[in-house]
């Protein structure tokens, strides 16, 4: 049977691609797999590659203080992204390699089964919004695939461009009700008590009206 721990043995193995070779450690992921937000970045940076973690550069302590001020821990949450090792130079991933890594992130998501996924940055984006810009969609609860995605910026562009920080930190404050959104629509219809069945009577000539 397929787990989390499985998936990450794999990752940790994988040579699908380029980038294998210049990896110092792959970066499978981490969080619980309960847990009902997966969050999906681009791909791990210096820090990352160095520790095996996604998020633990200053990128990622911007993450953690996003959650926070959402109501989230971390350990709350399922961090991931869409390709497992870092590209040299922190350059762009390319579309060879996201694919080599997709079946992992797929297994993944199988897996958790988030309520919720957020998409940080265009290339996670660009699986769920296709042909969008993040500037014109950012924010904007998208349901498909039996869940919500929602589209956010990711952290490292709001610490390069200020002018992004706001957007994001006002996004990520709407995740709490976004959730409780999801959770509202999932949850199961009340079952409804059964219409009276039984034959009418008439009282004084006037029929009686079923209350169901």
């Not at 265009?122 to 349901?143: D, L, Q, T, V």
């Not at 461009?161 to 199961?188: G, H, S, T, V, Y």
Request: glycine share 8%; proline share 9%; charged share 25%.
């Amino acid at each position: 049977m397929d787990d989390l721990k499985i998936v990450a043995a794999e990752v940790r193995a994988c040579k699908l691609c380029g980038l294998a070779p210049t990896r110092k450690n792959a970066v499978p992921g981490e969080g619980p797999e309960n847990a009902e937000v997966m969050l999906i970045g681009e791909g791990p940076g210096f820090n990352e590659d160095q520790q095996g973690r996604p998020f633990v550069g200053p990128s990622g302590q911007f993450l953690t203080e996003l959650l926070a001020s959402a109501g989230f821990k971390r350990s709350e949450v399922f961090i991931a992204n869409v390709v497992k090792c870092r590209p040299p130079s922190n350059r762009d991933p390319q579309p060879d390699e996201i694919s080599a890594c997709r079946a992992y992130l797929d297994r993944q998501i199988a897996l958790i089964n988030p309520k919720i996924i957020i998409t940080l940055g265009r290339f996670s984006m660009a699986r769920w919004f296709p042909n969008e810009r993040i500037s014109a969609i950012h924010g904007r609860a998208k349901n498909t695939e039996g869940r919500i995605v929602v589209a956010m910026y990711h952290p490292a562009a709001a610490l390069h461009n200020p002018a992004l920080r706001q957007p994001l930190e006002e996004d990520f404050k709407r995740l709490r009700e976004i959730l409780a959104d999801a959770q509202k629509k999932a949850a199961p219809p009340a079952s409804k008590k059964p219409a009276n069945t039984e034959p009418e009577e008439k009282s004084g000539g006037a029929e009686q009206l079923s209350l169901f």
